[in-house]
Nanobody, 120 residues
Framework: QVQMEESGGGSVQTGGSLTLSCVAS??????MAWFRQVPGKEREGVAS???????TYTDSVKGRFTISRDNAENTLYLQMNSLKPEDTAMYYC????????????????WGQGTHVVVSS
C-alpha cells in the first residue's frame, strides 16, 4: 500500500519556472518517474530516475527539466525551467520497486496528479 502525492502545480507564464514534488508514503528503492497527459492524448513519459540515480528525459524537455530524488525524504522532484505552453498538462508521479519500465502500464504506483498551466 504505497501512496504517492504530488504538489507544486500551478499557473505560470511562458519562460517561467516551477518545481513539482512527489512524496511516497512507503520507501521506494526502485524507479521513480514523471508523466504528463493532455485530455484526449496518450500519457507521456517526461523523465525518470533509477536506483543508481541515472536519469532519462523525453527529447522535448531536455535542457529545461531536471528530475531528482531524495531517498532520505522519499521524495521525487521535477524542476521545470523555460516553460512553454506545450508543457501544459496534468503531471503525475509514478514508481516501481525495480528497474524503470518501458511502458506506462508497468508502473505500479501513481499519484493523483497536479495540473500545470503555461500561458503566453
Amino acid at each position: 500500500q504505497v501512496q504517492m502525492e504530488e504538489s507544486g502545480g500551478g499557473s505560470v507564464q511562458t519562460g517561467g519556472s516551477l518545481t513539482l514534488s512527489c512524496v511516497a508514503s512507503g520507501y521506494i528503492q526502485g524507479c521513480m518517474a514523471w508523466f504528463r497527459q493532455v485530455p484526449g492524448k496518450e500519457r507521456e513519459g517526461v523523465a525518470s530516475v533509477d536506483p543508481n540515480y541515472r536519469t532519462t528525459y523525453t527529447d522535448s524537455v531536455k535542457g529545461r527539466f531536471t528530475i531528482s530524488r531524495d531517498n532520505a525524504e522519499n521524495t521525487l522532484y521535477l524542476q521545470m525551467n523555460s516553460l512553454k505552453p506545450e508543457d501544459t498538462a496534468m503531471y503525475y508521479c509514478a514508481a516501481v520497486r525495480w528497474r524503470c519500465p518501458k511502458t506506462v502500464a508497468e508502473y505500479a504506483y501513481w499519484g493523483q496528479g497536479t495540473h500545470v498551466v503555461v500561458s503566453s
